[in-house]
């Protein structure tokens, strides 16, 4: 029976019992439209600087240091606010409270890693008389999806001497920029069509195309290659050797940009996790007298299992923990840490999928999160029985939706797929082992995972509004 039919008491009652998902653009007014779409233009610059966990960090100092956190290893006099920063990989965002910090911290934390292709340590050589770079992918990514398209070259190279060399090339569209060629249609119907998916393009096959010219000396052997050498010596002063104490990533070189008639939806590389880092930041930039103490995380090393002297098993929160409870005056000794990570509540700052259009299939509907319905409360993560998930409990989750519905959050829930259809993880479990209360809780994006995910930034825009709440509401 359509809606308008239904007896007023009828209405009223299903009003009262049913649960009801609203969408964001429903439940805002004209103002707060604006406000949407003015965030989602810091979230893509973000995105655009931050390509890379070392960029993201450098991003979060720029930010922490205009907001006024001062640099944990620096005089902090008086400050309340701090940073401390991991290998130049991850990093802290912390504020004292009112009340001791053995009570508890309020932390959100997010990872700054994202699927990737990573050079390998012995990454040059010559075939077919073209330059070309072996690379190792770094986290679940679809092969396929990698081959010709515009990839971007980030990272940093320790050289022979000791010095320090910080690569950044692509961005610019006068720059050059890197790709894996695919073979041409009329030819894969052996080697890539009449194969697995999965198998079509493999990942020794992922190979970089990086120069053509050849050395002059016509009786030289790999004079390509050389060639190569010659012109990252004569602009860079490198050798060869200096790719082993290297770490450089291969991204997609393209803007994040908006999708859509609407201008509703963003696309961009590396939302899976800069939505909540990006949110995260913000929400906590706002913050100024909070009644217990805040704590923002940004890890590295997610997308691999939080391996890793940069990820969330590295104990860095522990570390900063530490530094907080000194900083207050009290005695940082481990049993201090301790009570005060087990008195701690947590948002495992992480994206979900969204219900995809065109594969609904592997979602269960009724749990599956939605675009432009909010952020997204994932109780449990995991796969085949929960299995690898820290599963949140009845009272925390009960707490959290108190604090949304109070301040008038627009959010969801989601799940990662049907029973049994797949599953995966997040950083939950690593800080759940402290004892702390911890939820998943952030954006749902479709194409997870991909060169370019899709995120609403209507709900980028309610998730940066969650984590503020989060970060300021009183315990209750
Ligand atoms: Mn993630
Ligand atoms: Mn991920």
């Not at 707490?399 to 799940?415: A, M, S």
Request: hydrophobic fraction near 35%; aromatic fraction near 8%; charged fraction near 30%.
């Amino acid at each position: 029976m359509p809606e308008q039919d239904e007896k007023p008491e009828v209405k009223e009652i299903k009003e009262k019992l049913m649960l009801k998902r609203d969408m964001v653009w429903d439940r805002l007014d004209s103002k707060e439209k604006e406000g949407v779409f003015l965030f989602a233009e810091g979230y893509k610059e973000f995105l655009n600087r931050a390509k890379t966990e070392r960029q993201a960090v450098k991003e979060i100092i720029k930010f922490a240091e205009e907001k006024g956190f001062k640099r944990i290893e620096e005089p902090l006099g008086k400050a309340k606010k701090v940073y401390r920063v991991l290998h130049n990989k991850a990093i802290a965002m912390g504020i004292l409270g009112e009340k001791p910090i053995e009570k508890g911290i309020r932390i959100i934390a997010s990872h700054i890693d994202s699927p990737r292709l990573d050079l390998k340590q012995n990454p040059l050589y010559e075939d077919v008389d073209l330059a070309l770079l072996k690379t190792h992918y770094y986290g679940g990514i679809k092969k396929y999806q990698w081959v010709s398209r515009p990839l971007s070259l980030h990272g940093k190279i320790i050289k022979k001497d000791g010095s320090e060399l910080d690569l950044s090339l692509g961005e610019k569209e006068t720059e050059p920029i890197f790709t894996i060629v695919d073979l041409l249609p009329h030819l894969a119907h052996k080697v890539q069509y009449e194969k697995k998916l999965e198998d079509a393009v493999i990942g020794e096959k992922l190979n970089i195309l990086a120069g053509s010219i050849p050395f002059p000396d016509k009786d030289t052997k790999d004079r390509i290659k050389l060639q190569v050498l010659k012109y990252l010596n004569d602009n860079f002063g490198l050798i060869e050797e200096d790719f082993i104490s290297a770490e450089l990533e291969l991204v997609p070189s393209e803007k994040a940009r908006d999708i859509g008639w609407d201008r509703s939806l963003i696309g961009s590389y590396g939302q899976d996790d800069r939505s909540c880092a990006y949110t995260g930041m913000r929400a906590i930039g706002d913050i100024d007298n909070p009644k217990e103490a805040v704590l923002a995380l940004f890890l590295d090393k997610e997308e691999i299992g939080s391996e890793g002297n940069t990820g969330a098993k590295s104990r860095f929160l522990e570390a900063v923990v530490a530094d907080l409870l000194s900083f207050e005056g009290v005695k940082a000794d481990d049993g201090a840490v301790r009570r005060t990570l087990m008195n701690s509540r947590a948002i495992s700052a992480d994206v979900n999928g969204a219900l995809d259009p065109d594969y609904q299939d592997v979602h269960e509907k009724r749990n599956a999160a939605k675009l432009g319905f909010g952020i997204c409360i994932t109780k449990f993560t995991g796969s085949r029985g929960k299995s690898g998930s820290s599963d949140a409990s009845a009272e925390y989750v009960g707490w959290l939706r108190q604090v949304f519905n109070r301040n008038n959050i627009v959010w969801q829930t989601g799940e990662l797929g049907k029973v049994d259809e797949g599953g995966g993880g997040t950083i939950a479990k690593y800080l759940a082992s402290y004892g702390m209360d911890i939820v998943d809780c952030g954006v749902a994006l479709l194409g997870m995972h991909s060169p370019f995910e899709v995120s609403s930034k209507a709900d980028v825009y309610m998730t940066y509004k969650g984590y503020r709440v989060f970060l300021s509401e009183d315990r209750g």
